[in-house]
């Protein structure tokens, strides 16, 4: 059990430090240092909140995966 704990609290942090190089926690205005208060995880309240503030509600299309590079000739020297 102390196991999953350990794990658990390694992946928020690392979930946290994500959050961090994408979103700032310094404020753009007086350089103030901002907290997070809340996750928001409940999609039906996600919708909402990223409509009010005119981010996009659906996630973007996923791209279909790239086709491997042809081989190319290597040539050595020896």
């Known amino acids: ?26 404020c753009p205005h007086c350089a103030g240092e901002r907290r997070i208060v809340a996750f928001v995880t409940d999609p039906a309240s996600i919708h909402p909140i990223l409509a009010h503030i005119g981010e996009p509600t659906r996630p973007p299309p996923v791209a279909p995966a790239r086709q491997d590079p042809p081989p190319q000739s290597v040539r050595r020297h020896f």
């Open 1 to 26: 059990m102390q196991l999953d704990r350990r794990k658990a609290r390694y992946l928020w942090a690392v979930l946290l430090a994500r959050i961090d190089e994408a979103f700032s926690l310094t």
